[in-house]
């Protein structure tokens, strides 16, 4: 039977039959977790054009679901794999999630048509679901608090080095080989994520601890989170800024060609930016214990604002410096600010959650990526090719997202 006990750095830990792992190495196979949707839609941006031509000549512009309705299944499976994990444990959700991913990836690299590709591609998202939900359900398992917020960002500092990769190694795969190989890459990323978890990781969940799978405690536990004040708005500030993400991914890459003709070079600025804005969770991680939460998304969300509008009226009125140089400080600045609101804002809303922390991590989790995905979605209709349309759908998210904070510091204080 699991026992708990209270490890030198404040944290919660649970030990069982296996050796836990080491803080470093738990922080990494954390990472790995939490980059398995970021490699799965990143790597495809470079490649949306060349799938299109080949499996809809009629209307290449169709393969752009293959992000839509990526997200679309993720959504759904998040809703699905946190009540999983709270009845059967962490560690077997994320294994039979991985094989779904793994198995949907590998349909999806012999597809013949678009149909079947996006069919596999809503199994890939659902799949992808359980190592990107379960795993912030294990960190709540065994810590809390301002210590919950410095693993996520530790997390994230590893994380952040595959969105970096993901568009570049899309883009050499389909180089060397075809576009189908980077599915192939999912399938060997899944297969090192069940060796690691499944011979190193020890469950987090006690037997004792672990909620039945029925619809009266399910539909209890989401009463209970959506019940709690805090949750609620914290839950809306991380949808809105999770949207400048998607909208970012949906924009930028038009930006970098039709604007400024380097759409070529994007896969390599965009990694540099990625790389260069790493550092933002570590920061974080390594300030969030003193200064606290609340603090740490207050000021990444007023440098937001000041930057955003700035930028806004830069291009707007087509100033001298309104350049490709000026767009990059602006997508870096976004960036790193981003590295100290999505570990803090979800340390945010779990935190009052633990007695159910899967069902929190599930509706946080779908919730924000649905709407998220929808806000983005409307936000992309309205870009032109130029940063105007960007930076003002960015720039009201996270008035949207500051909003949501400021009434939120009504009810408590991290």
């Known amino acids: ?55 809809s000549p009629q209307s290449p512009e169709s393969a752009q679901l293959v992000i839509t309705v990526f997200m679309v299944g993720l959504g759904m499976g998040t809703f699905v794999m946190g009540p999983l994990s709270d009845a059967f444990g962490r560690k077997s959700v994320i294994l039979g999630g991985t094989l779904l991913y793994m198995t949907a990836a590998g349909i999806a690299a012999v597809s013949g048509d678009l149909t079947t590709l996006l069919i596999t591609r809503f199994l890939h998202g659902f799949g992808a679901a359980a190592p990107r939900i379960v795993a912030q359900a294990m960190v709540r398992d065994l810590y809390s608090g301002r210590m919950m917020a410095r693993v996520i960002s530790f997390g994230m500092t590893v994380f952040t080095l595959f969105p970096a990769v993901a568009p570049f190694m899309g883009a050499e795969l389909a180089e060397l080989f075809h576009w189908r190989a980077i599915f192939w890459s999912f399938v060997v990323f899944g297969f090192v994520t069940i060796l690691w978890l499944g011979l190193r990781q020890p469950e987090t969940l006690a037997p004792e601890n672990r909620r039945k799978l029925a619809v009266g405690p399910l539909w209890e536990a989401l009463k209970t989170v959506l019940a709690h004040p805090r949750v609620r708005l914290c839950l809306m500030a991380l949808t809105f800024n999770f949207s400048t993400m998607l909208t970012w991914l949906s924009s930028v890459a038009r930006i970098f060609d039709e604007s400024f003709g380097r759409l070529d070079q994007f896969p390599v600025w965009f990694a540099m930016v990625a790389l260069v804005s790493a550092p933002a969770s570590l920061i974080n991680a390594r300030v969030v214990v003193k200064l606290g939460m609340r603090r740490m998304v207050g000021t990444a969300l007023s440098v937001q604002i000041v930057v955003i509008t700035a930028t806004l009226l830069v291009f707007a009125l087509n100033l001298p410096f309104a350049g490709f140089a000026f767009f990059m400080l602006f997508m870096f600045t976004q960036f790193f600010a981003i590295g100290f609101l999505v570990g803090n804002l979800n340390a945010l809303a779990l935190e009052p959650m633990g007695h159910v922390a899967g069902m929190a991590a599930s509706v946080i989790g779908g919730v924000s990526t649905v709407l998220s995905a929808l806000i983005a979605t409307a936000l992309a209709t309205l870009g032109d090719g130029t940063p105007v349309p960007l930076a003002a759908g960015v720039l009201f998210c996270i008035l949207c997202a500051s909003g949501f904070m400021l009434w939120a510091r009504r009810f408590s204080e991290d």
């Open 1 to 55: 039977m699991a026992r708990h006990h209270r490890p030198a750095d404040g944290g919660l830990s649970v030990t069982g039959p296996s050796k836990p792992l080491s803080f470093a190495e738990f922080i990494a196979l954390l990472a790995l977790l939490m980059a398995t949707v970021a490699y799965s839609v990143d790597a495809m941006l470079p490649l949306i054009g060349i799938i299109g031509d080949e499996l």
